[in-house]
Each structure stands twice: as structure tokens, then as C-alpha cells.
């Protein structure tokens, strides 16, 4: 497709459990974003990856999260041992390198966490 | 903080009058950026502003910058029902990941 996928749409789970979410971006875009979004709060960024460079986890709220991204191209970000405070919508978006900045997103996937 | 903070965090209007949000903010920054979020969807963008202009129009849409202020204003005009949805800011710096506001809900009432 033309557009950001993400799976799965929504996602529940019990306490402690792991998950995994998936991101595939734009074909091209070089640079991806993970960001969670609590109800009705704004975006928390989380993770970034450009181009070949070291991701910045700067946003990672804990050890318990990690993303990676293969080839340059898919995104998974996987959270352990999932509590129920982790519940959220989680965001990717993508964008071109060198480009104005403008982040095309996913619709996103919804974690309940039981 | 590195966010932009949006105002007012809702609001309300009838359907063909003009909407106002704005944005404030703290750092520098290279761009400035809107984007809309219609209910559990995921965010598109709207418009960006280079920290060396003053002012851009997209169809309804002006966007102003100040950055002496570091403030941005997003106006809607002949507001839809339609256009009711959460509007965020997102301040861009070299080297550093997009940041947003928490947003502001508008509604428009047909």
C-alpha cells in the first residue's frame, strides 16, 4: 500500500504478557517514529530511527520497551511484561530523509492491557 | 519543556464561524508543523511553517509564526462539521524527533 501500515489495529493482552507490534512504513522513507498516545492526551514520543544512524530511545519509558527496524524498512516494538499502565494507542509515522519534516502516520494500534 | 502548548486545550464552535488555536513554545526551532487527528485515527498533517516566514495559507487553513513571541496561531475559516477533530502542533529542531503539543479539540456544530 501507499500508505503507513500498522498491525495488528488492536491488541489485547494480559498483565505480564509480552506483545509486538509492527510498523511498515512508506517505501523510501528513510526516517520512522513510534510515539504512544493515552486517551484523549497527546503524542508521547517514544523511539526513532534515521536512516543507518543509532535510534534515539531517548523516549522509551522503560527497560521493558525496544524497537527495531530491519533493513532499513519494518518496524517492531516490543514491549515485556506488559502492565495495565501501558495501555495506549502507539503511532508509527515515517518520513524522507532531507525532507521538510512532515511525518506521514499509521492508524495506529490499540494495546489493552487486561 | 521541548513541546509546543496548544490554546485553548477545546473548543467549541458554530458551523461558518472561523476557529483560532495556537501554539506556543519555548525553544528554537526550524519548522513548525500542524496536524489534525479525526477520533481514533491516526494524525495528518496539515501544514508547516519554516521558522523564516511569517505567514502560509493551505485552502482555509493560515498559519502564522512569530518568532520573537515563539508562537504560532492555526486559523480555520467557514469552520464544517467536518473539520471537528484534535489539532496538534509539532515543533521541528535540527538532529531532534518531531515533538507535539497535547492538542486542542475543536468542535464544530452544524
Known amino acids: 500500500g501507499a500508505g503507513v501500515s500498522q498491525s495488528p489495529s488492536n491488541k489485547v493482552t494480559e498483565k505480564g504478557k509480552d506483545v509486538e507490534l509492527r510498523c511498515d512504513p512508506i517505501s523510501g522513507h528513510t526516517a520512522l517514529y513510534w510515539y504512544r498516545q493515552s486517551l484523549g492526551q497527546g503524542l508521547e514520543f517514544l523511539i526513532y530511527?534515521?536512516?543507518?544512524?543509532?535510534?534515539?530511545k531517548s523516549g522509551l519509558p522503560s527497560d521493558r520497551f525496544s524497537a527495531e527496524r530491519t533493513g532499513g524498512s519494518v518496524s517492531t516494538l516490543t514491549i515485556q511484561r506488559t502492565q495495565q499502565e501501558d495501555s495506549a494507542v502507539y503511532l508509527c509515522?515515517?518520513?524522507?530523509?532531507?525532507?521538510?519534516?512532515?511525518?506521514?502516520f499509521g492508524e495506529g494500534s490499540r494495546l489493552t492491557v487486561l | 519543556s521541548q513541546q509546543g502548548e496548544e490554546d485553548p486545550q477545546a473548543l467549541s464552535i458554530q458551523e461558518g464561524e472561523n476557529a483560532t488555536m495556537n501554539c506556543s513554545y519555548k525553544?528554537?526551532?526550524?519548522?513548525l508543523q500542524w496536524y489534525r487527528q479525526n477520533s481514533g485515527r491516526g494524525l495528518v498533517h496539515l501544514i508547516l511553517?519554516?521558522?523564516?516566514?511569517r505567514e502560509k495559507h493551505s485552502g482555509r487553513l493560515r498559519v502564522t509564526l512569530d518568532t520573537s513571541k515563539k508562537s504560532s496561531s492555526l486559523l480555520i475559516t467557514a469552520s464544517r462539521a467536518a473539520d471537528t477533530a484534535s489539532y496538534f502542533c509539532?515543533?521541528?529542531?535540527?538532529?531532534?524527533?518531531?515533538?507535539f503539543g497535547k492538542g486542542t479539540r475543536l468542535s464544530v456544530i452544524a
Open positions: 509515522a515515517s518520513s524522507q530523509l532531507g525532507a521538510t519534516g512532515e511525518l506521514f
Open positions: 525553544t528554537s526551532i526550524n519548522n
Open positions: 511553517i519554516r521558522s523564516n516566514e
Open positions: 530511527f534515521q536512516g543507518n544512524s543509532a535510534p534515539d
Open positions: 509539532a515543533l521541528r529542531r535540527e538532529g531532534t524527533p518531531l515533538v
